[in-house]
């Protein structure tokens, strides 16, 4: 595999002949380099005017590696040959490297260019590029390999030093300044050559280090790039100041991955510190942050994320109830973000606004967060790149163990990690209830491991006391719901009224979708065609999980099992007579020549819920196979003959929609293992969202726990 470095654009603030004056000391050995054991010039010419000037040496390397590796390669040293090409009249040095010894087994490949800032002419520019492919190396290729990118990586750290070195040298004994060089008006001679001339007082150039200031282009901070823009380089003095110190081969990865961008991407391009938070999320693996990245932008594209977030405006009802906003900084100067999740009514923002809406307001956070990063980074005077999110759990119990609410967490978790990597510095959870283990328990997986080293979990009232909140944020700045000194207007939150449900088909008709499908479905019962819906089981112990809603008439539940596969539905007779049917006719699974008891079985009772009820259960299977959940139409019980038939009923049984029930479900099916981990949830948080007495019915046999709430 060839490895591959490019570094960012060093900036020099001095003229291109005192960087050259500096340059040239390092030869014939530098004591700052140990590696470098000596050099020996093997040829040199100029031209005619004396405006280029080609030097090639032969230069000894001593490379840090076991002996043992040494004895079996048969060297102590490495040659390399190293061609400059100096060209005085446009004022750049040219350099070429190549590897001697071992070049049939390793091609190492080195170039490196001096040249005037565009911005600028008395400050030089310096770029260097390199390559190494491990062909064959005695068997160690790999261990070569890392040598050599580690003593590389080292070298190049050095190099910038080394020239301010020989600047304070040159400063040192009085020189500052070397004029241009202009074309010579007598015979050419090797007098030529660059040569330092005495100290002059006229138009002296202080020697400062380059850590003084920042390029012109960096005064307003970081901007957005436009593919094929001319602004297309990044110097090092920049990455320091907004993105952070990085190693060499780290500044590598994020060039090359944002030449890669500027070359393949149309349209706008993340930026710089967005692009680095997918290379850190991959270890700076470049090619897997290049393919997590790409499949952000194509999601983003896809979905118009930015023309989303841009136009969208936060329902009122999201506004009203839901318990989370941004509220100043932590002690790092990073954005502080705070959800008081357990005062949150879960069920209620999502079966109001549907996960589409949800989805939506944790992207304009993030956004906003990416957004809150830049300014600090700005006011702050250093590379800030993540925000810290505090969630006070007081409050938290069962109810937000929800299955659907979880499940629709863990969908926006995964959406996160794979487009916001990285932009979550720490995570304080405070006042975590008994609860909170088996929530971690179902989350916790979706959750990458880096991810994860960031959370501190404090339960009932630790966070008050030594290494708690105050280690993290001013006291001034903590909320005064927590204790501290700071108003918070983020509201406490309260339950949503189950007026403001929405259906399935509302849900399900959300335009510019973000999720693929929709957690709930809806389906229709009719008199005679209950709705029937199959689950394959190949394990013992699984559970059936399922929450469903009556949003009209009254329906039976019932759950069958059966050891062979039902068979596939028939055709439908009048349509192959080219008769249209009337209306949507459910799939029937259970065939009419089944019989009760022989073919398939009732696992548990029949479950008669009325409109307007919700209903929630879990149901741990005893045998594989294939288990049949069905809803059916439920008529009310015909009169006595003692009494009348009521006004509303004879009405009722006038209109044909009365024959039709709806309901909104949502089913999921959990290992055994992982059921084990959450079992108190499935059983225990059915009614949590109800606020009036709830019915339990529940059969032993099957083990089997179904609530009803109304």
């Known amino acids: 595999m060839v490895q591959e470095y490019q570094s960012p654009v060093r900036v020099y603030k001095h003229p291109f002949e005192l960087i050259m004056a500096a340059y040239v000391r390092r030869f014939p050995k530098c004591p700052l380099i140990p590696v470098f054991v000596d050099s020996e010039i093997i040829s040199e010419s100029q031209s005619e005017d004396g405006s280029t000037l080609v030097t090639e040496r032969r230069c000894t390397i001593d490379v840090d590696a076991p002996r043992l590796l040494k004895r079996i390669a048969g060297v102590d040293y490495l040659y390399f040959i190293q061609k400059n090409t100096l060209n005085r009249r446009d004022r750049t040095l040219h350099i070429e490297v190549h590897n001697e010894t071992f070049s049939s087994r390793v091609i190492v490949r080195e170039c490196c260019n001096y040249t005037v800032h565009p911005e600028n002419e008395d400050w030089t520019c310096f770029e260097q590029t390199a390559s190494l492919d491990m062909k064959s190396f005695f068997g160690f290729e790999s261990t070569a390999e890392k040598i050599a990118m580690k003593q590389y990586a080292s070298s190049i750290k050095k190099g910038k030093e080394i020239v301010e070195y020989y600047l304070r040298e040159l400063e040192e004994e009085g020189i500052t300044y070397i004029p241009r060089w202009t074309p010579a008006v007598i015979s050419h001679t090797a007098a030529a050559r660059l040569q330092l001339p005495q100290p002059s007082t006229a138009g002296v150039i202080p020697v400062n280090s380059a850590k003084d200031g920042l390029s012109n282009k960096d005064v307003d901070g970081p901007t957005e790039l436009v593919a094929g823009s001319p602004d297309d380089k990044l110097d090092a003095d920049y990455i320091r100041r907004y993105l952070g110190d990085l190693t060499p081969l780290q500044e590598s990865c994020l ?295 009556v949003s009209k008439g009254d329906v039976i539940f019932n759950i069958y099992h059966s050891k062979r596969p039902p068979q596939p539905p028939k055709k439908d007779t009048l349509g192959a007579h080219g008769i249209t049917s009337l209306g949507v006719v459910n799939t029937q699974l259970i065939d009419k020549s089944w019989v009760l008891g022989q073919d398939y079985s009732l696992v548990e009772k029949a479950l008669t819920c009325r409109e307007g009820e919700s209903v929630q259960g879990s149901h741990i299977t005893r045998w594989p196979g294939f288990y049949i959940l069905q809803w059916r139409f439920h008529s009310s019980p015909a009169c006595s003959a003692s009494s009348l038939p009521r006004v509303d009923d004879v009405l009722a049984s006038l209109q044909v929609s009365s024959h039709k029930c709806k309901i909104m479900y949502y089913t999921e099916v959990l290992a055994s293992h992982d059921f084990r981990g959450s079992m108190t949830s499935l059983e225990s948080s059915h009614s949590g969202f109800s606020q009036l007495s709830a019915a339990t019915t529940s059969s032993s046999q099957s083990h089997t726990s179904s609530t009803i709430s109304r």
């Open 255 to 549: 060039i090359r991955l944002r030449q890669w961008l500027q070359e393949t991407h149309k349209g706008k391009i993340p930026k710089d510190q967005h692009v680095l938070r997918f290379l850190r999320a991959r270890d700076f693996n470049l090619d897997k942050a290049r393919e997590l990245l790409c499949q952000s932008l194509t999601w983003r594209k896809q979905h118009q994320v930015d023309y989303l977030l841009d136009s969208w405006e936060h329902p009122q009802l999201l506004q009203d109830y839901y318990t989370g906003g941004w509220h100043h900084h932590d002690r790092d100067g990073r954005p502080l973000y705070i959800l008081r999740l357990g005062q949150m009514d879960t069920k209620g923002l999502v079966r109001a606004l549907g996960e589409e809406v949800l989805l939506r307001q944790v992207l304009s956070i993030n956004e906003e967060g990416l957004r809150r990063c830049e300014e600090n980074t700005r006011v702050f005077g250093r590379p800030i790149s993540c925000w810290t999110c505090l969630v006070d759990l007081e409050g938290l119990t069962m109810r937000h163990l929800w299955r659907p609410g979880v499940k629709a967490l863990l969908r926006i978790i995964e959406v996160m990690e794979a487009n916001y990597p990285e932009t979550l510095g720490r995570l304080l959870i405070l006042r975590a209830p008994r609860v909170f283990p088996v929530l971690w328990t179902l989350v916790s997986p979706l959750i990458d491991e880096n991810t994860r080293k960031k959370f501190l979990v404090y339960a009932g009232n630790d966070y008050q006391g030594p290494g708690g909140l105050v280690d993290y944020i001013d006291r001034e700045i903590i909320p005064d719901f927590l204790g501290g000194d700071s108003m918070c207007d983020i509201p406490e939150g309260s339950m949503v009224p189950k007026s403001m449900y929405r259906t399935a088909e509302e849900l399900e008709s959300e335009e510019n979708r973000l999720l693929t499908d929709s957690i709930y479905k809806s389906a229709s019962i009719f008199k005679g065609a209950p709705y029937e819906m199959l689950i394959e089981i190949a394990d013992a112990s699984s559970v059936i999980t399922w929450d469903f809603d």
